[in-house]
T-cell receptor, first 114, second 110 residues
Framework: DAGVTQSPTHLIKTRGQQVTLRCSPK?????VSWYQQALGQGPQFIFQ???????QRGNFPDRFSGHQFPNYSSELNVNALLLGDSALYLC?????????????FGPGTRLLVL | DAKTTQPPSMDCAEGRAANLPCNHS???????VYWYRQIHSQGPQYIIH???NNETNEMASLIITEDRKSSTLILPHATLRDTAVYYC???????????FGKGTLLTVNP
């Protein structure tokens, strides 16, 4: 059973460019959350998708947007990249249940903005 | 958001139990306590979670105080591969996000 997968693993962009990161959830999972992790910090919540809708958003500007597809996979788009967007971007998937939803993380995409 | 407080670092001898504390005094009644660990910039790995009862799985045990203001993650026989940053966090109800602090760097020494 494949876990959460993310692509690409690494990416280098320049300021002002746009980037799209992709995530495939664990089989059977229906929620996808995105987190940004700067060096030396814990992951910071960007947003969560469920049933193709954004249902909660963290404190990130509108330059960060996302999408969830009918097969539950998801994309994170970041426009007008800034140097400060350099970070590890993590996707986490989960399955709603009576006990809530445990989120399982993928390996991440490391983005470097020059 | 519930705020968690963890010591920045801890050491443990290989083969001994590692007890990692977490203070979550502002946790609300329907929020679960979750523990994750992260090894050298890999994605965080889920360890265990609980609401009010103590929990045990193949990786660890979780002890939650009766007032739910703190918890302890126990790795019963730490190995060198358990060296990682351990995060305590919480979520539940209509709050779908996990809020992470800086975690505890556990170093297991031979």
């Amino acid at each position: 059973d494949a876990g959460v997968t993310q692509s690409p693993t690494h990416l280098i962009k320049t300021r002002g460019q746009q980037v799209t990161l992709r995530c495939s959830p664990k089989s059977g999972h229906d929620t996808v959350s995105w987190y940004q992790q700067a060096l030396g910090q814990g992951p910071q919540f960007i947003f969560q998708y469920y049933e193709e809708e954004e249902r909660q958003r963290g404190n990130f500007p509108d330059r960060f947007s996302g999408h969830q597809f009918p097969n539950y996979s998801s994309e994170l788009n970041v426009n007008a990249l800034l140097l400060g967007d350099s970070a590890l971007y993590l996707c986490a998937s989960g399955q709603l249940s009576g006990q809530g939803e445990t989120q399982y993380f993928g390996p991440g995409t490391r983005l470097l903005v020059l | 958001d519930a705020k968690t407080t963890q010591p920045p670092s801890m050491d443990c001898a290989e083969g001994r139990a590692a007890n990692l504390p977490c203070n979550h005094s502002t946790i609300s009644g329907n929020e679960y306590v979750y523990w994750y660990r992260q090894i050298h910039s890999q994605g965080p790995q889920y360890i265990i979670h609980g609401l009010k009862n103590n929990e045990t799985n193949e990786m660890a045990s979780l002890i939650i105080t009766e007032d739910r203001k703190s918890s302890t993650l126990i790795l019963p026989h730490a190995t060198l591969r358990d060296t990682a940053v351990y995060y305590c966090t919480s979520r539940g109800g209509s709050n779908y996000k996990l809020t992470f602090g800086k975690g505890t760097l556990l170093t297991v020494n031979p």
